[in-house]
């Protein structure tokens, strides 16, 4: 019988290769280990906006948003960790959505322990319509965690939320009453 030379090195190559593979490193072990995930403060999960005006019933809604899933990645790098952070928003056209541009707004807050380090608004914009009454998207946002140590990496947490206005956090709580 005869066997070619690479069908017994390639499989040897392989063995090799996969040996060589002995998990992750520390670098990786301590990104995995202190990436903060993400969490979704209470009461800023869904967004009910109404069109201008004192009408508050459901012809009147402009739109429905709502942060519907989160992901995050870190990469340790010399004395910091870059995180990055995916939110998905979706937003549903009411009956009264106006033409052009809907705006969603949401916050991204680092907490250091207790305390606010960092935080930012932003906002998601989409292009609703009664022929196109629905939109999602993908919001993504790099943030950067300061470290001498690693383990002071494990005080870090990531709040996120979409952002209503003090009469729209009121009628979202009176929704969840309901």
């Not at 967004?47 to 948003?65: E, M, N, V």
């Not at 995180?83 to 033409?99: E, I, M, N, Q």
């Not at 305390?115 to 009454?133: H, I, M, R, W």
């Amino acid at each position: 019988m005869i066997v070619s030379r690479f069908a017994i090195a390639a499989p040897l190559a392989l063995a090799l290769a996969l040996g060589g593979c002995g998990g992750p490193s520390k670098k990786e072990q301590a990104a995995a280990t202190y990436c903060p995930s993400p969490f979704l403060v209470q009461d800023a999960q869904n967004l009910t906006r109404f069109k201008a005006g004192p009408g508050r019933d459901p012809r009147d809604i402009a739109f429905q948003a709502a942060l519907t899933g989160t992901a995050v990645t870190c990469e340790l790098g010399r004395n910091k960790m870059e995180v990055s952070l995916k939110l998905r928003v979706t937003v549903d056209a009411g009956p009264s959505v106006a033409p052009g541009t809907t705006s969603v707004p949401y916050f991204v807050r680092l907490l250091n322990g207790a305390n606010v380090s960092e935080g930012q608004d932003f906002a998601a914009t989409f292009k609703l319509s009664t022929g196109s009454p629905r939109g999602a998207s993908i919001e993504e946002i790099t943030l950067t965690l300061p470290y001498n140590d690693p383990a002071e990496l494990g005080a870090y947490r990531v709040a996120v939320g979409l952002k209503p206005t003090p009469e729209e956090l009121e009628y979202n709580r009176r929704a969840i009453v309901r």
